[in-house]
Structure formats: C-alpha cells, structure tokens
C-alpha cells in the first residue's frame, strides 16, 4: 500500500513508524522542515515538506498511486480540506483527526460527508477512554477490552507475591482447571517480548497480557497480585481536552473528581462547564497546591498535561504521598522504561491509542490493540466461511510460533482458547501475535 | 370583562348587584379603549419607566375594584370612610393575590360580588406571572417558555412580554389549569359556583373563600385534597410545569429549586404532622399538608387552625410564608430560587476557605452565575427584609404586640393573607391597613417596581422643588460649579 501521512507530530509519526514497518511505502507531509528532519532520520519514509492542503504537495508525496492518505495534523481544518483534496484526486480511503466536539456532532455529518473520510480519529477522547479502562483495573497497566467487551485483556506486571510468579504456564493450566477463565498471551521480559508456550515459566515482574472473561476479571487481577479498590477519589493534573472529558465522565459515574489547570482562563473554562468537579488553579508541580488537593488521600492520580517532566514529577510525588495508582500521559516514549522503574503504574501515550485506528482501518480486522511496551500486539478476527481455520480445532491449525489464539466469542458467549477448542464460521476471535506473524496468522481465517 | 362576568353571574342569581357592576364593567372597558386609543404607550420605554408603569397597572385595578365594591355597597352601613378603606383593602387584597377580606361574613356578599373577588385573584395571579416572566426574568427561570431567550432578558427595558409566545404559553398553561380547578372542585360536590370561585384563587395563590371559615366551613374532605394538590402546583414554577406537560420529565427533575421546593414541602409536612399528632394522635394529616401547601404556596386558603399546634410547627409555617413559591409561578415570597443561589453563594464561599486556590462558580441547574447577581440578591433580601420589618414596625403602632405586627405584615408583603394568631381582617384598623396596602403590592410586584417609582418619585418632587427654588432667585453649588 502507498500510504501518506500528512502531519509529523506525535500522532502523525507514530502511524507513519508503524506503518512502515508493517512493509507499507509511506511518504510524510509537514510544514516544518525541522520537525520532518527528524523524522526522515528516525523513520524510513519518505518526507515531502510543504501543507497537505496544496495538491501539488500531494502529488509530489505520490497522490496518484496513493492508496490511504491519513490526515494527522492538529488543525482540523487542515485535515478536512486534505482529505476532500485527496478524493478528488483520486485517493480510495481518508482518515482524518478531528479534535473540535462540534465537528463530531450530528450536525456536522455533513462536514465530514464532504470531506469524504472514511474514518475519524481523536487521540484525546481514546486517551481518555484508555485512563478510563485503566481506571476500572487499578494495578493493571494497559487494559483493552475486545470482542464488544466479552472479554478483556489485562496488561500488568507480576508482583512478587503473585500466586502466579514462579509457575509454568502448564501448572497454571493444570491448577486452575476446570474454571480456566484466562490466559496469558504474551509476556515481556526485559526487552524481549514473546508469545509463550506451555512450558514458560513466569517470574516476577514479568509484564503480561492477559486474555480473560469479563466476568472473571477480578480473580485475574488478585491472582496477578493486583486487587485493590477502584478509586473513588480522583485528581486529575492538567485541563486539556483529554482532562475535560474524563472529569466529565467520571463525575458523572460518581467519583469525587479534583482537577489542577495552570491557565486561569482555562481553570475558569473548566469550572463553568464541569458539574460536581473541584478546578484548582496553579503549576501542577507546585506542592503546596497538590497538598491543598489532598494527593494523598487520592484514589487515582492521572498526569495529563503536554509536559512529561511535570506528569513524571507529579505522578512520583503523588505515589510518595500515599496516592494508591499513578497515570502518567507520556509523549516521549523513551521515558517508558523509567516510568516503569520508578513506580508509576501505568503510562499512556495519545499517540498508540489512535494508532490502533488507523491500524485496523488498514488491515481491515474488527480492532488491533498495540502496546507501548514490546510489540505484541492483540487483533480481533472473524473466522470466514471455508477458511482453514473453519471446522478445525486450535492445535490443527499450524499457527506461526509468533501467534497465539486466545479466546473465542461464539453467539456472543466467550471463551478461553485451548489446544482442543474448535473453530466454526462466523466464530470471532482473539489472536496475541507479533507484527511479523499477523499475515500468515490472518490467511488461516480469510 | 371580569365585571362583565361577575354581572352576569350575579344577573343569574338575582342578585341585586348586576347592573351596577355591568355599567362598572362597560364603562372601564371604554375608558381602557379611549386610553388605548388616544395614548400609545412607548413600546421601549425604559426600566424605570416600565416599572412605574407596571405601579400604576395594579393601581389603577385596585382602584376600579375598590369603586365597584362602593358602588355595589358591599361594606355599606359604618359610613363612607369605613366603606372606602375596606374596598379598597379588599380590592389590594385581591389583586395582590393576598387573600385578606374584610368581609364580617363572606356568606352575605352578592355571588356577584363574590366572582368578581375570585376573578381580581385570577387576574392578579395572571399579572404576577406576567410579571415574573416579561418584567424581572432575572433569577425566574422562565426563559424556556419563549421561543426566544435571548429577548426574554431584554424583556426588562419593555413593559409588554417581549414574546407573544411566552404570553400565549402563560395563558394557555393558566387558564388550563384554573379550569382543571374548577371541574375537581366540583366533582368533590362544594357546588358549581363555589367551585369557580375556589378554582380561580387557589390556582392564583390568591386564596379569597366564599365562606368566613375559608375552605374549613365547607367541610369537604375532596375539595381539601383539591386545593392541597392545586395550591402546590400554583407554588410551582410555570416552566417547570411547561417542560412537564411537554413530557420532558428529566428536565423536571433537574430543576434544582423544584427538588428544594418539594424537599422543604416533605420536611413541612413531617413537622406539621408530628405538631398534629401530637395534639390529635392523627398519624397521616391532611391537616398538615394543606397548612405546608396553602404557607408554601402563599395561598393562605385556611382550613383548620394551626395556632393550637406546636409553635416547631407554626413557626416553620411562618418561614415557608416569608420564602414563598417557586420562582416564575403565581405565587410570592422570597422565593425558592434565590434561597437556592443564596445557599450556592454560601457554600462557595466555604469551599474556597477549605480550598484557596480554587476556581468556584456558582451555578444553578448547570448554567454558571454572575457574580453580580450576588449583589443583586443581597440587595433584595435586604429590601425584602427591610419591608417586613418596616411593615411590622408601623402595623405594630396599632397593634398589640410584635408577633402579631411581623406576621401580618410578613402575611401581606409575601401576598399569603393567612393571618394566624391575629385578629381577622375585619377588625383591622384603618392605620394598620394603610399600612398592609402598599405592603401587599410590593410584594405582588417582587418590591422592585414600588422602589424604583418611589426613587424616581422624589428624584421629581426634589428635581420640582429645585427650580422652584431658582425661579425664586435661590441657587444650588454643586461641586465642579454653580449651577442654576
């Protein structure tokens, strides 16, 4: 596929690195030289500088044998007047960021019916979403629900006195037969991400990703060594969109919800337009401010400001004042592994949430999770009529050593895969595979 | 027209009161014609003119009332003078919704004399609303009536409802309702009559009876229930009822000044109840609930006596009197709504000692407000305050104590007219009702009005006595110059 990315900024690089590396000719658009620079020498794409809004830019990026343009720029303008350019010159599919609410109302169906885009995006309210997910699984480090939320899958670090650490994925099997409601579907230790066998033994500290049914979800989490409660009271470090909209949500569930925004005016914005939220105004890193927020006393401290200094900072200070989980919203992701180390529970990056999209819009699956540590990634299938995997059972079906089956969704009941599970058509799956595995893994469901 | 009305209803039962009330009812129809006719109002004039306009509307009611209650020699035999101060305090009473009589006993009165008591409660209920709609949109919450709420707050500069639609809901809404009134209240057999005349005043929170025990003598359990269930929703705010005839029950609910309305209506309730209980081992009392509904309300229908009860009970009687209905409704009082934004302001304030750095708004059903209506409200509270307490202070020259004094005068600016534990309108005397007049229609015209025509009022006489002065040759320094 030729595909163009117009917009070299954090969203924009990330789905232009993945793409690329999934094999795919991509070709990025920026105004700013420096910044396509940057990403010439990270990236191996082609960089085109100039606005996605001038064709002759976008024939000089490959219009004509461009098979997805992605607009990904911050101006939504930009990325709707991109997208009508590309149709009209021929482009088959669009995707467009969008980040003005008003755009996405009912009202503005026609706006975006113009610009011809076949999928929207908006990183803020996916991140948003995702510190909700994680809000629901305190311990948990990445959470995605799949399979229309039949089953979850758990992203979480094992304690070091998780039942779990020091046993073979075997004995994990044998011990928790018959109600076996889970499965681990990859494991990242160190650098090193694997989809493991039977005879894996895990360790703490051994991030895993775990596949389980909805309803067993709270045994995992204890059995992973995580249970604690869900927070009631909840600070949120920073007002941006993304903050707004999870103060909203999260007042509305019934948490007690404290939000600090620097910009008087913004603090001001917050505060007339959210209900039964508390707007403190001031520097998020200023301590005399989180303690009148009373950080200690706090559920859930999410970072969600455009600095990672100050996310890191206030996060590290709310966990040693007693705060019982951290989320830290990373923009670089160089700071993962620090995070990590540090205690921070768990990091979000805008960029790997709408990624994910972009991703499945691409190889047309019903949803892909990727995760920001290791490159595993969780894609959902829908097994076709007379495809290999059709009438078989998981063992037979020769999956490549990267990929790994685990659950399937039947007249809308989930299960956990094993080796003498069957497949039948229209079954709806959910497959742990490394990047390089997805294409052969895909051809047995086709 | 009302006289017209009342003539015809007199007419029908032979009353002997039809054919002065029908020439009063002719000739103010033509004078209103040739008043319209050769003077055109100004379609803006300015607030303070509106205002005082709006003064002299109720006024000049109150006049022609008092003259059709002389003409029809309702309170003949004690001489003219007597005559004149109870017409025109019946006349006040009605029009300000109040509910106060004069009558000894009501039972004597002409039925067309009657009528025309219960339509000048009508037709002051009709005015309240417009009042609260067109006039001083602030804090009434009845924006969403008009199509157009934007106009509806510039509705302050004009003395006629910005919006024809606004008006036509009122009406339509009022109207439906009196009548659904009037047809419970005679489905409970109180006679077709006496349930017109209880329809319109329980539906305008005027509270005027066709009896001297008020609803009591009628000793009717239904008709009892009826006018607990029509007085409570008299007390409530017009679009509130509006959302909920439009099915929009959400929005119903989410009013907040409703659920602080039905909330203080349930705490009533219980205390009266516990009051009752006590003096009667009644569990459940309808008593109780009329007494919460009729206060509330600031209807002041009377079916029972409360000053047997507990003083836990009727004390918090008196408050529900002074606080009053809900905003936007036909009723009076300080208002549910401003006691809202008051305990908003309140709590605000406390928060932002507990949490310095915050950023506070106050916001009522999920729009902020302006921190100017603070002072607004402060303001009014003071001059709400203030006019009771005046009011209580120059009734109390001619009364006998000062309980007594602060209810009636807490009864007449609140336009609730229920006057328990002091003598009955009646034995009122002339001071003491010089006093309650103006008190009542300030408090039917939410005060504002009668202050601003007072200020412009003496702005005038001081601005007349001015130039006078100078014609005379005196002349005034004022700083920056000497002006003539």
């Known amino acids: 596929m030729h595909i163009i990315v117009v917009g070299a900024g954090e969203v924009g690089s990330y789905v232009a690195d993945r793409l690329s590396r999934e094999g795919h000719d991509v070709a990025v658009i920026d105004v700013d030289e420096a910044r396509l620079q940057q990403v010439a020498q990270d990236l191996d794409v082609l960089t085109v500088a100039g606005s996605g809004t001038h064709p002759a830019t976008l024939r000089q990026a490959g219009l004509e044998r461009c098979d997805l343009v992605v607009a990904a720029t911050s101006d939504d303008e930009v990325n709707l007047v991109t997208s009508m350019i590309a149709k009209q010159g021929g482009v088959e599919s669009t995707i467009v960021r969008i980040e003005a609410p008003e755009l996405m109302s009912d009202e503005a169906e026609e706006v975006l019916k113009a610009s011809g885009a076949d999928l929207v995006i908006d990183p803020d309210s996916e991140t948003a979403k995702k510190v909700l997910d994680i809000l629901e699984y305190p311990g948990a480090s990445e959470v995605a629900s799949m399979l229309r939320g039949e089953v979850v899958v758990i992203g979480a670090r094992l304690s070091d006195d998780a039942p779990l650490a020091g046993m073979r994925l075997s004995e994990v099997a044998a011990r928790y037969e018959p109600e076996w409601q889970f499965l681990v579907g990859a494991i990242t230790r160190g650098d090193e991400t694997i989809i493991p066998r039977g005879d894996q033994m895990l360790e703490a500290h051994d991030l895993l990703r775990v596949v389980c049914r909805r309803s067993a979800r709270r045994e995992i989490v204890e059995l992973l060594g995580l249970a604690r409660d869900i927070p009631k009271r909840i600070i949120l470090l920073g007002g941006g969109r993304t903050a707004f909209m999870l103060a909203d949500k999260l007042s509305a569930r019934g948490a007690e919800v404290v939000l600090i925004e620097r910009n008087p005016g913004r603090a001001r914005f917050l505060a007339e337009r959210l209900d039964h939220v508390l707007v403190l105004q001031g520097e998020i890193t200023d301590v005399s401010l989180l303690i009148e927020a009373r950080i200690e006393q706090a559920g859930a401290v999410v970072a969600l400001t455009g600095e990672d200094h100050a996310n890191v900072l206030a996060c590290l200070y709310a966990k040693m004042s007693g705060a019982q989980e951290t989320v830290a919203v990373t923009h670089n992701l160089q700071y993962l592994k620090l995070l990590d180390e540090i205690g921070i529970d768990s990091a979000i990056s805008p960029r790997t949430a709408s990624a994910n999209g972009v991703l499945q819009f691409v190889r047309g699956v019903a949803q892909v999770q990727t995760f920001l540590t290791g490159d595993a990634e969780v894609l959902e299938f829908e097994v076709a009529d007379g495809s290999v995997a059709d009438g078989a059972t998981v063992a037979e079906l020769n999956l490549p050593k990267e990929a790994l089956i685990g659950a399937i969704v039947r007249d809308g009941k989930a299960q956990i895969a094993r080796g003498r599970s069957s497949l039948r058509k229209h079954d709806h799956l959910v497959l742990f595979a490394m990047p390089q595995a997805v294409d052969e893994a895909a051809r047995l469901f086709a | ?484």
């Open chain 2, 1 to 484: 027209m009302g006289l017209i009305a009342s003539a015809l209803l007199d007419l029908l039962d032979g009353g002997d009161d039809a054919l002065a009330m029908g020439l009063m009812g002719v000739a103010a129809i033509a004078v209103a014609a040739a008043l319209l006719k050769t003077r055109r109002l100004n379609h803006h004039p300015r607030t303070g003119q509106s205002l005082t306009i709006l003064l002299l509307v109720w006024v000049t009611a109150i006049g022609i009332g008092t003259a059709v209650y002389l003409v029809t020699g309702t309170f003949s035999g004690r001489g003219f003078w007597s005559a004149f101060s109870d017409s025109l305090f019946e006349s006040a009473s009605g029009f300000t919704t109040t509910g106060m009589t004069a009558l000894p006993v009501v039972e004597e009165a002409s039925r067309g004399v009657l009528a025309f008591r219960a339509i000048s409660n009508w037709l002051g209920g009709l005015g309240g609303l417009t009042v609260a709609v067109a006039v001083l949109p602030f804090l009434t919450g009845t924006h969403s009536l008009s199509s157009d709420p934007d106009r509806t707050h510039g509705a302050l500069r004009s003395i006629a409802p910005s919006s024809r639609r606004a008006m036509r809901n009122i009406l339509a809404i009022y109207g439906g309702f009196s009548a659904l009134l009037v047809v419970a209240y005679a489905a409970t057999g109180i006679g077709v009559f006496n349930a017109f005349a209880y329809g319109l005043s329980t539906a305008s929170t005027g509270g005027f009876a066709t009896n001297t025990n008020s609803l009591w003598g009628e000793n009717n359990a239904g008709a009892e229930w009826v006018a607990i269930f029509g007085m409570f929703v008299a007390g409530t705010n017009l679009a509130v009822l509006w959302w909920g005839i439009r099915g929009a029950a959400n929005s119903v609910w989410k009013s907040q000044e409703l659920r602080l309305y039905v909330f203080a209506t349930t705490i009533g309730v219980v205390v009266t109840s516990i009051a009752v209980a006590a003096n009667d081992g009644a569990l459940i009392s309808r008593q109780a609930v009329f007494a919460v509904a009729s206060t509330i309300s600031t209807t002041g229908l009377r079916a029972h006596d409360w000053e047997a009860w507990h003083p836990g009970a009727t004390t918090l009687l008196f408050v529900f009197m002074a606080i009053g209905s809900m905003s936007g409704s036909a009723g009076g009082g300080f208002r549910w709504l401003r006691i809202r934004t008051l305990l908003a302001f309140i709590r605000r304030d406390l928060l932002s000692r507990l949490y310095p750095k915050s950023v506070l708004v106050v916001k009522i059903d999920g729009r902020p407000i302006a921190e100017s209506v603070v002072q607004q409200l402060v303001g009014y509270l003071v001059l709400y305050a203030g006019f009771v307490l005046a009011g209580a202070y120059a009734v109390a020259l001619f009364e006998d104590g000062f309980r007594r004094a602060l209810i009636a005068a807490l009864s007449a600016v609140s336009t609730t007219g229920a006057l328990v534990g002091v003598p009955s309108a009646e034995q009122l005397r002339v001071g003491e009702r010089a006093v309650l007049v103006p008190l009542m229609i300030a408090g039917r015209l939410a005060i504002l009005p009668v202050v601003v025509s007072a200020i412009r009022l003496l702005d005038r006489i001081a601005a007349r006595t001015r130039s006078t002065l100078a014609g005379r040759g005196y002349t005034e320094t004022v700083p920056g110059g000497r002006r003539a």
